[in-house]
């Protein structure tokens, strides 16, 4: 996945630039002067659409696999904190220290249920009781069915990115599934649903010990 990435980065970063409807579902969970933590975070799209005077700049904080990625993020927002690192192992971050941690079109590249658990562990781990987790996946585009379960694709899809068709795996996530992975992990599910029929989205909360 890196090396997809940084290969073509910048344009990859020139179609993150506006927000998706599905931002208006994290914007109203995020209260002011909450820590972020934003997995799989590009070039910092996300932190456009935070309000300074809600989130101040140092209470975001991103992290992604790929470096070119991360250098266009940095140089948007000098003042954050990003992270190059595999969301699919132990993240960098302390425990219960983030209020809110996000992965929007990221989560679809976990290509294995093993990487999925270890991912929403770790999220789990780094979340503050009370905390949430928002989670976006692609809802694959039927146009590539045949061309993938032809192939002996069932889970994980090729799908092909920009002008040059350079390659890119997804595997295929539902809400339905998403809701039984944040059980897993002792997530509690506020919901898991469809939206535009694009995109499968599912907001969890870490439970407060009583």
């Known amino acids: 996945m890196k090396t997809e990435y940084d290969a073509f980065a910048h344009d990859f970063s020139a179609t993150r630039k506006n927000a998706w409807p599905e931002f208006e579902i994290l914007l109203q969970n995020i209260r002011k002067?909450?820590?972020i933590l934003d997995l799989g975070c590009g070039n910092g799209r996300l932190r456009t659409f935070l309000e300074e005077v809600i989130i101040p700049s140092g209470?975001?904080?991103g992290l992604?696999?790929?470096?070119?990625?991360?250098q266009i993020a940095r140089e948007n927002f000098p003042r954050d904190h990003?992270?190059?690192g595999n969301f699919a192992q132990k993240l960098p971050f302390g425990s219960d220290?983030?209020?809110?941690?996000?992965?929007?079109?990221?989560?679809?590249h976990l290509l294995n249920k093993k990487d999925q658990i270890?991912?929403?562990k770790e999220c789990h781990r780094i979340l503050k009781p009370g905390g949430k987790i928002f989670i976006t996946t692609w809802k694959l585009p039927r146009k590539y069915f045949w061309h993938n379960i032809?192939?002996?694709r069932f889970k994980n899809w090729n799908i092909p990115f920009g002008k040059e068709k350079l390659p890119r795996t997804y595997r295929r996530v539902s809400d339905k599934e998403l809701s039984k992975l944040l059980k897993k992990t002792d997530f509690r599910v506020i919901f898991s649903k469809l939206e535009r029929e694009r995109n499968y989205v599912a907001l969890g909360e870490k439970k407060v010990e009583n």
């Open 150 to 152: 032809l192939r002996g």
């Open 82 to 84: 990003f992270f190059h």
């Open 59 to 61: 209470n975001y904080f």
């Open 118 to 120: 270890i991912f929403l």
């Open 97 to 108: 220290n983030f209020e809110i941690v996000v992965s929007i079109a990221a989560f679809h």
């Open 64 to 70: 992604d696999v790929s470096e070119k990625l991360l």
């Open 33 to 35: 002067n909450d820590r």
